[in-house]
Structures are given as structure tokens and as C-alpha cells.
């Protein structure tokens, strides 16, 4: 809404606004991009232009859509769905992916899952193994093995603890 807001007050009609692209009715300028960046980083937003930073924003926002905001993941996994919804080869995503954000896409999905288990695990609503079957882990044994890699802590400790050990998903 802010974003949409913004695009408005500049003078621009919003074709679609949607989380991590907006389009508009017309190609900015230079000093028109220019300036419009200048005021989406006052709200905390930025101007993305260049078209491999555009599908690695896309990427990521797919897979926190995924993740975060699906009831169950797709029975495929992550390489074939990011493949089938941009059209291009997994290794050609995934070393761009690398090359851009200097971590592997393997690893922001591993991110990812483990930020939406502690949110699962803080709410305390589900199993383990509820849990491990939403995500689509293959058994409670993996959640563990990857939460204990990228924690320290086991799930079990870590829903013992109950401190806020959650990353604000922008800043993974």
C-alpha cells in the first residue's frame, strides 16, 4: 500500500503492486528512477532495475511465498519448482543466485524452513513431526540434523528456551 501510495503521488499509475515488484503504465527516465528511489528508500524500499537483481528479488520472494504463506509445499522439489516457474535450468538460477547474494540458493531455502520451524516451534500448535511433514522434510531426524546445523540447538531446546531467536526475514 505504501509503495502503490508512493508511485501515485510521483505521478504514475500502478498497473500491479505486489510484494517485491510494482509495474507501471510508462518507462521512467533516468532522473525520474532517480528520484523515485530516492523516495522508496525513505520507507525502507529500493528501486530494483537491473534484470538479474529483478529475478533474484523474484526468486527470493518465491520462496518465502512458499515457505512462509503455503499451508503445505508443493510434493516437487524447490530446484524443479523455481525451474518450471522461471523458465530457466536450476544451476543457471542457483549460480546467479550465488553470484548475487553470496550464499547458495540451497541455503536461503534451508534458511528459510528453519525461520518458519522456530516460528512453528515459538507458537507451539504442531508436532515435530507436524512440522516435518509441512515442510517437507523427510523425517523428524532431518528437520532436527539441519535445525541443530543452522541453530546450534536442537528443536527441543530450542522450544525449551522460548527466547526470540527469530531473524527478521529481510535480514537473511
Do not use: C, W
Not at 24 to 46: A, M, P, Y
Not at 83 to 102: A, M, N, P, R, W
Amino acid at each position: 500500500m505504501m509503495v502503490k501510495s508512493e508511485l501515485e503521488q510521483f505521478g504514475l499509475h500502478p498497473l500491479t503492486v505486489e510484494l517485491g515488484m510494482a509495474e507501471v503504465d510508462r518507462d521512467l527516465t533516468s532522473e525520474e528512477k532517480k528520484l523515485l528511489n530516492e523516495r522508496l528508500e525513505k520507507l525502507g524500499f529500493e528501486l530494483i532495475d537491473d534484470k538479474r537483481t529483478r529475478l533474484i528479488e523474484s526468486i527470493k520472494t518465491t520462496v518465502v511465498e512458499l515457505i512462509h504463506n503455503a499451508d503445505h509445499l508443493p510434493k516437487m522439489t524447490f530446484s524443479e519448482y523455481l525451474s518450471e516457474k522461471f523458465h530457466q535450468d536450476y544451476s543457471s538460477l542457483s549460480k546467479l543466485f550465488s553470484e548475487v547474494q553470496g550464499m547458495t540458493l540451497e541455503q536461503y531455502v534451508i534458511n528459510q524452513k528453519i525461520e518458519k520451524v522456530k516460528e512453528l516451534l515459538v507458537y507451539d500448535e504442531h508436532s515435530l513431526s507436524e512440522i516435518a511433514h509441512q515442510l517437507n522434510y523427510s523425517s523428524v531426524s532431518h528437520l532436527s540434523k539441519q535445525f541443530k546445523k543452522v541453530t546450534g540447538l536442537t528443536p527441543t531446546h530450542f522450544k525449551q528456551v522460548k527466547e526470540n531467536k527469530r531473524i527478521p526475514l529481510d535480514k537473511l
